[in-house]
């Protein structure tokens, strides 16, 4: 895939009157009703809003899960919506981190399996993806909880194993939908200073929606949504 | 990269243990099934037509009535044979080697403190060589004792051993009825018949022996004879035929109040019947291959939602949808493959134990193991991986949320 690396003035990420649009009609739902948006590489930004204003269906279009029904996405000066579905899973696959806010791990599958899942894709050798697991499970603090399953874990660790899944694969961006919204304050803390760390140091791209002003505090750049357009978009 | 394929497969397998093993064991019904019947038909096939040739099917018989052609059956009003319809034939056609008149009558045989109901039969030692029937031990009739009607006689496997158990059954003394005879041979054991009756379970004495001392009369129940090798076994049965028309003084225009058996008449119904059999059989289990494939189609259908959920986070994270596809081959070829073994074994092990149970012989047939664990295979597979195409086409979006 090419991707203009080179200028870093250009937007990693950028919107252009983005509209998604559920049903149709008169029973038309504008999710997003035309949205602009420009991110750069080594942002942290945190989405707000009240709920249903649009924030997860914006999201799910800024991790390619889901197609803008109108307007352009640019991932790194390239059209998403030109990109066939192969192109898009190997984007998602190399770039991006996702963190649902139903988290979506595998049933009856073990922790350290669901953190693996994502390095499979990437035909990396059975030791290497144990040793990478291990090495994300232990950082969102889940060292010795490898084996069990999600029903055998609370919500909140649930949340740190989808984190741990986002983050094994280094990606370049990682898409957060509420990643505290099950955790106590502790860990929510505990959680943002991780991600506070990951941003600096590595210069990871985080985009990420919360609720709650003291979460939303970590990042550098807060927009708040209402109604699928943003209301405010600062520092 | 393939093993690696298949030891994910396996992990998948062994995560879903009901699914899966509801899928094999859909898979194993329809395997077993299919092979079960389909030995067991064959062996049934195999033994009957072989029974038929232990009984010589250039073996004539000629009985007293119609036979088996019309409706009724024998008719009581037939006059009985006569033992000079047994020689006539013997001297005046050409082609027939042995001929044994016989006539039979069941009744308790007593040694000791033994008894057993069987079936005395009188003939001569033409009829060893006509039922190809040799003895175990002892000897046949010598002449002089065919000629006196002296008391002696040779019994049937099964005889010997209720009477005599373990014991040397030659040269005791039996009772039939008031007769009390020698016991000079016992002939070696022919087992069931394909009617189901036991063959053995029957006492031989010379015919004069059961004409004079036994039945008090002169009649013959059937003759038995050979047709000498090269010989055509329906011309000579036309000429046996149209001797008998002639000594039984039967009308042109008139139906024969006789009938000649023919061996190969026999053998040519029977296997039609086993066939008949053996495809009854294969389409019960036929039903069962295809019970087994929809139970096969139901868990593969109710786990559709839980999959596409499955498909909707491996593309979020990266998947691609060939991927995917093939993951799911993989695994529902190994499913088959282990239901497809399981079922060949299973089938194979029940038809071993009911073969000997029914006393047929073990009939492998390849084709049809294959067929069975090919459709069952192509069943699995196939709805093992057209939900998941189905699913693996949507966005991962509407994959995830899927209901
Ligand atoms: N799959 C869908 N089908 C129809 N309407 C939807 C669907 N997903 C979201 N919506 C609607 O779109 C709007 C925005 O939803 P969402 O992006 O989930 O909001 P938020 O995450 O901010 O709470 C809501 O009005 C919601 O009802
Ligand atoms: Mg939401």
Not at chain 2, 71 to 77: E, V
Request: aromatic letters at 6%.
């Amino acid at each position: 895939m090419k991707t203009n690396r080179a200028n870093p003035l250009r937007p990693l990420i950028e919107f252009k009157q983005v509209t998604r649009v559920y049903g149709s009609k008169q029973a038309a739902v504008w999710a997003l009703a035309g949205i602009d948006l420009q991110i750069y590489r080594g942002d942290f930004v945190a989405i707000m809003g009240p709920s249903g204003s649009g924030k997860s269906t914006c999201m799910n279009i800024l991790g390619c899960l889901d197609r803008p029904t109108t307007g352009s996405y640019l991932f790194h000066g390239l059209e998403v919506g030109a990109l066939s579905r192969d192109q898009q899973a190997l984007l998602r696959r190399h770039y991006l981190g996702f963190v649902f806010q139903g988290f979506n791990l595998l049933n009856r599958t073990s922790a350290l399996e669901n953190v693996e899942l994502p390095l499979i894709y990437r035909r990396i050798s059975a030791k290497e993806r144990r040793r990478r697991s291990q090495w994300a499970l232990e950082l969102v603090g889940l060292r010795g909880w490898e084996r069990h399953t999600p029903s055998e874990l609370s919500g909140g660790q649930q949340q740190r194993v989808a984190i741990a899944r986002a983050m094994v694969t280094n990606p370049l961006v990682l898409l957060a939908d509420e990643p505290t919204g099950n955790l106590d304050t502790a860990r929510s803390q505990q959680i943002m200073e991780l991600l506070c760390t990951l941003n600096r140091e590595r210069g990871l791209t985080i985009v990420m929606v919360t609720h709650e002003p003291d979460i939303a505090a970590y990042a550098q750049r807060i927009i708040r949504f209402r109604d699928g357009l943003i209301e405010a978009d600062g520092h | 990269m393939i093993w690696e394929a298949i030891l994910l497969a396996l992990r998948e397998i062994r995560r879903n243990v009901l699914r899966s093993s509801l899928t094999i064991l859909g898979i194993v019904i329809g395997v077993a099934a299919v092979i079960t019947m389909v030995t067991l038909g064959k062996g049934a096939t195999l033994q009957v037509t072989s029974d038929i040739a232990k009984l010589g099917s250039n073996m004539l018989q000629v009985r007293p009535g119609q036979g088996f052609r019309g409706p009724g059956g024998t008719r009581s009003t037939s006059p009985p044979l006569d033992p000079k319809d047994a020689e006539a034939i013997a001297n005046e056609i050409s082609g027939v080697v042995a001929v044994a008149p016989t006539a039979s009558q069941n009744l308790q045989a007593i040694f000791g403190n033994e008894n057993w109901s069987t079936t005395v039969t009188g003939t001569n030692n033409a009829y060893f060589q006509v039922r190809n029937w040799p003895l175990k031990a002892g000897r046949k009739f010598t002449d002089a004792e065919l000629s006196a009607g002296a008391s002696v006689c040779i019994l049937g496997s099964t005889v010997c051993q209720e009477l005599f158990g373990g014991q040397d059954p030659l040269g005791a003394l039996i009772r039939l009825r008031k007769l009390s005879c020698k016991v000079i041979g016992v002939l070696e054991s022919k087992g069931q018949s394909s009617f189901g009756m036991d063959q053995d379970d029957v006492v031989l004495v010379p015919l004069r022996t059961f004409q004079r001392r036994i039945a008090g009369c002169q009649d013959i129940s059937a003759i038995f004879l050979s047709v000498k090798e090269g010989f055509s076994t329906e011309k000579v049965r036309l000429e046996i035929e149209r001797l008998m028309r002639e000594r039984r003084r039967i009308q042109p225009g008139s139906e024969d109040d006789f009938h000649v058996r023919d061996m190969q008449e026999l053998v040519s119904t029977l296997t039609g019947t086993t066939r008949l059999l053996t495809a009854l059989l294969a389409a019960v289990a036929a039903v069962s291959l295809l019970v087994g494939g929809v139970g096969i189609m139901n868990i593969m259908l109710v786990s559709a939602t839980e999959r596409t959920r499955e498909i909707g986070i491996r593309l979020a994270i990266g998947a691609r949808e060939r991927e995917v596809l093939i993951q799911f081959l993989v695994e529902a070829v190994v499913l088959s493959l282990l239901g497809g073994l399981a079922g060949i074994a299973f089938g194979l092990g029940t038809a071993a134990f009911g073969s000997r149970l029914l006393h047929v012989p073990f009939v492998f047939d390849p084709a049809i193991t294959l067929i069975a664990f090919l459709f069952s295979g192509a069943v699995g597979i196939l709805f093992g991986f057209f939900p998941a195409r189905r699913a693996a086409s949507l966005n991962p979006i509407d994959a995830l949320r899927h209901e």
